[in-house]
DNA sequence: CGAGGCACTCCCGATGAATGGGAGGGTGGA
DNA sequence: TCCACCCTCCCATTCATCGGGAGTGCCTCG
């Protein structure tokens, strides 16, 4: 019967964030609470996912789907935006590599019939931006958009190799985590294999990722002959290299030619 | 010689948002001033082009930078960075449907040899996801994750047409800009517009975008039976449009079926 | 049919992070 | 040398943000 209840004294709000991440953060954090599997939930979900209280959680949602950022479907659940595609095709520049390598990894993929992608370096990891595939192709745990540590794989290998000293710095002196008992986990070992992968000009690695498959990669170079990307195949543990190789050399250099570059 | 300036005594700061926007919305407007034909810019652009003060601009874009939604090149210009299309994949949604579609996009596209194109409804407006061209296609304005009003484009008059009422209300009742001489601007022009849509079970829509093609599109059914696309081609305006048509009902008949809608 | 769980909205006092004007540095072109 | 431009830094001010908690509505389960 009572309809009020008494407020209580101890009421001890906050402003702004008493965590000390900035509005950017956050916002970030609730973005990165959707995985390539989990691609929808709830507002409460995305709160307790991302640590924020559930009424901010709730407002932020609610402030992102007016936006268009995120969309809720016919149960109120939420999804991302198509405004955040819409934005992202404004990212040319990797966009733009995607397209001038669809074809000659299509002839990749036709001719070793096994996974056939294509990383940029991005934030210290390996991102795949196309992978193509066909039925009858092995194990591979990389998919479309997903990531894959830099030591650990042989795109990564290949982007470390020929990227910056100092990302190389961050990398070599940051935790090498294993991911198998191959995976070269010693900043010495991985400091030899990227002088090897520089002096034959591609990356093998063997059971790096996974225990039955290799990986190779091999670097592509933009208009400038800056490698901006690795093109990579996984062939089972025990097959054969050479031809693999062969072909991606042929195709990274098809790919470079037609961003521009020559010789 | 004056190392120190007298502080201004009119000193009138704010904090927060003095205009009264959240910090969701200024990130918005950020992100707004990418355009498919501006995809770099300083810092200090985005700050004019946004409507925020200089240092603010620089202060977020900087956040956004570290957390990987913005991208710097060589020469410290801004650009869209790759974790929003990270992000933007996360979003199956429409990137199933493109999927879907694309095959038979494609055999529409080798038998009308005009501009092929896929459109959905984003807040009030047609989104197009893909489009094919032949180098023999003729003029069009469109272009892939651009945007063109419902009422005056094929695509926008078949979701506008099958979308829900109270959609129609709202654009109805807003003001129809007309693109050309002959863009449909009066409401009731539109409404008996939309009649012959849904009784044809096509759009038609001779010079509405521009004087010299006419658009045609037909509407595009997922499981459920619900319309969530517009499908159409862009022909010459005084193009025979019947075998068009039929090609357009064909391929989206069939993108349904993929997704799994009978009858 | 009531109890408990869950998702969500609303309310509101407190507050500290965000704000933006302006100074200053660095660079490049005329 | 000057000007134009981009950017960083500083700091007092203040208002949008925060979040605990209450309330609502909708389930499901016993």
């Known amino acids: 019967m009572n309809g009020r209840v008494e407020r209580s004294v101890a009421a001890w709000s906050m402003a702004n964030s008493p965590t000390g991440d900035s509005a950017t953060e956050r916002l970030v954090r609730i973005l990165d609470t959707f995985t390539p599997t989990r691609t ?3 507002a409460t ?3 307790r996912r991302s640590g924020l209280p ?3 959680a709730h407002r932020i949602v609610n402030e992102l789907v007016t936006t268009g950022l995120l969309e809720r479907d016919e149960e109120r659940r939420v999804r991302i935006g198509m405004r955040l595609w819409e934005l992202s095709t404004r990212s040319s520049q990797a966009l733009r590599l ?3 390598a669809m074809p000659f990894m299509e002839r990749v993929q036709s001719r070793v019939r096994e996974h056939t ?3 940029i ?7 795949f931006l196309e992978r193509l595939s066909s039925p009858e192709s092995g194990s591979n745990i990389t998919r479309v958009a997903g990531r894959l540590p830099l030591h650990a794989s042989s795109s990564g290998l290949v982007l470390l190799a020929f990227g910056p000293p100092d990302l190389q710095e961050r990398v070599l002196s940051s935790r090498l985590a294993p991911l198998t008992r191959a995976t070269l986990s010693d900043p010495d070992a991985v400091r030899r294999k990227l002088a090897e992968v520089r002096k034959l000009g591609h990356a093998i690695a063997p059971g790096y990722i ?8 091999a670097p592509v170079r933009d208009e400038t002959g800056r490698v901006i990307a690795a093109l990579s195949v996984v062939l089972p543990r025990d097959a054969e290299t050479d031809f693999a190789v062969l072909e991606l050399h042929r195709a990274s250099a098809d790919i470079a030619r037609s961003l ?3 010789s």
């Open 40 to 42: 929808v939930q709830t």
């Open 45 to 47: 979900e995305i709160g």
């Open 54 to 56: 559930s009424s901010t």
């Open 98 to 100: 995607r397209q001038a």
């Open 117 to 119: 992608q294509l990383a």
């Open 121 to 127: 370096l991005e934030q210290d990891e390996a991102l």
């Open 210 to 217: 996974e225990e039955v498959s290799t990986g190779i990669a």
């Open 260 to 262: 521009g570059y020559h």
